[in-house]
């Protein structure tokens, strides 16, 4: 009797260390993956992009061209978008989400479209 309570216990103990392992990889996993996407998104990086021609159409990516100086500088003049922040969308141009040209078409100010004062 006393050798089946110890087996009993050598069970319960060894079960025990099995689950404290394998929460602590799963813990590990899971910081490692927040890790990851951190690392992820952190590497997106937002330009401004100045449009190329005052009568040129703004919701067209390709009349946009990069712009390395203060937005405000850029956007003097009549009321129409002059500059938007944006990504790359990988090949030279701005990403134009909906959401962006939703904001140029309502002409709606924002931090990521810039109007002429």
Not at 8 to 35: D, E, H, Q
Request: proline letters at 6%; charged letters at 20%.
């Amino acid at each position: 009797m006393r050798k089946n309570l110890i087996v009993k216990a050598s069970l319960f103990t060894l079960i025990l260390a099995f689950m404290t392992i394998g929460t602590i990889v799963v813990a590990a996993v899971m910081k490692v993956n927040a890790n990851q996407a951190t690392a992820e998104d952190s590497s997106v990086q937002t330009t401004t992009w100045g449009l190329s021609s005052p009568s040129a159409d703004p919701t067209d990516a390709e009349n946009y061209v990069p712009f390395t100086g203060d937005p405000n500088e850029l956007c003097a003049g009549e009321e129409e978008v002059c500059a938007v922040m944006a990504e790359d969308r990988g090949d030279g141009y701005p990403n134009l989400t909906p959401n962006l040209i939703q904001q140029i078409n309502k002409q709606i100010p924002a931090t990521d479209v810039h109007f002429r004062d």
